[in-house]
């Protein structure tokens, strides 16, 4: 069986907790239907709030994904090396 190796996913936080974010998460192309998750607030390298967007991103199969946070100001962080 062959797995998915690489990846780009878009998500939309929905809400969120002090502990956890239930997020919206599309694949890139969109879809027709997204997929949901609830994820721990660690998982993200910067603050969230509702609306925020972020990007899952898996470059190869040796790889773990990292979470990109989409800054207002155009920039992005990540949790790539933690």
């Not at 939309?12 to 879809?31: G, H, Q, W, Y």
Request: net charge negative.
């Amino acid at each position: 069986m062959k797995l998915l190796t690489t990846f780009l996913l878009i998500g939309t936080v929905d809400s969120k907790d002090d502990f956890f974010a239930t997020v919206e998460i599309n694949m890139n192309p969109a879809t027709n239907q997204a997929g949901h998750a609830v994820m721990p607030i660690t998982a993200f390298p910067c603050k969230i709030k509702e609306g925020d967007i972020f990007y899952i991103l898996k470059l190869t199969e040796d790889t773990d994904p990292v979470i990109i946070c989409k800054q207002t100001d155009g920039e992005t962080k990540s949790n790539a090396g933690e």
